[in-house]
């Protein structure tokens, strides 16, 4: 059974144009240079990216049109951004390489090997670290931070410090946030 917003019923037009959008952007346009190239790829095919926002190259997409990325955020090399059940990144996120967002599963008890898509949504200022994997469902709260190669199972509260398979929380931020962590260089 899928478990998706009941009011995101997609058409056959959407569904074949985000087909082709993700096809496109993972086999050629996220390999080449340009942050605006990518980013404006994105958008064509109906994802929302806001200002100053960077994504490197070898980032692969799917459901674009469910990404909704705010301004300053920097998604760096490698990444897998698995949006088909809904993925929310607020502004000035920083997203390390390697990082995977997955918002779907199946369940292992069915017979017909049925799967659920389910958000992750990632507050402003958040920082992932390399190689976490994030797990549907899933809240990382207001300048909250993720230790490098975690598993992120559930929810992480506003300024926690979480690390570990699963991510725990292992201490409290203590910062101001006070900065906006864009960053595109080009060719990357």
Not at 45 to 56: E, L, N, Q, W
Not at 115 to 143: C, E, F, M, N, Q
Request: proline residues 5%.
């Amino acid at each position: 059974m899928q478990e998706i917003d009941p009011q995101y019923a997609p058409s056959t037009a959407r569904r074949i144009w985000d087909r082709l959008g993700v096809v496109f952007f993972n086999f050629f346009i996220t390999h080449l240079p340009g942050h605006a190239l990518r980013l404006g790829t994105l958008r064509l095919f109906g994802a929302k990216i806001g200002k100053r926002s960077g994504i490197f190259r070898g980032t692969t997409v799917l459901g674009i049109d469910r990404i909704d990325i705010g301004d300053d955020v920097v998604i760096a090399f490698r990444c897998l951004l698995d949006a088909r059940g809904g993925l929310t990144i607020g502004d000035s996120v920083v997203i390390a390489s390697d990082v995977h967002f997955i918002t779907g599963s199946h369940d292992p008890h069915s017979d017909t090997f049925d799967y659920s898509l389910k958000p992750i949504v990632i507050g402003d200022h958040a920082w992932i670290a390399s190689r976490v994997t994030v797990l549907p469902d899933v809240t990382i709260g207001r300048g909250a931070v993720v230790g490098a190669q975690s598993l992120v199972t559930s929810d992480i509260g506003e300024m926690e410090i979480a690390a570990g398979v699963p991510a725990k929380v292992r201490a409290q931020r203590e910062s101001k946030l006070a900065y906006s962590p864009s960053y595109r260089p080009p060719f990357f």
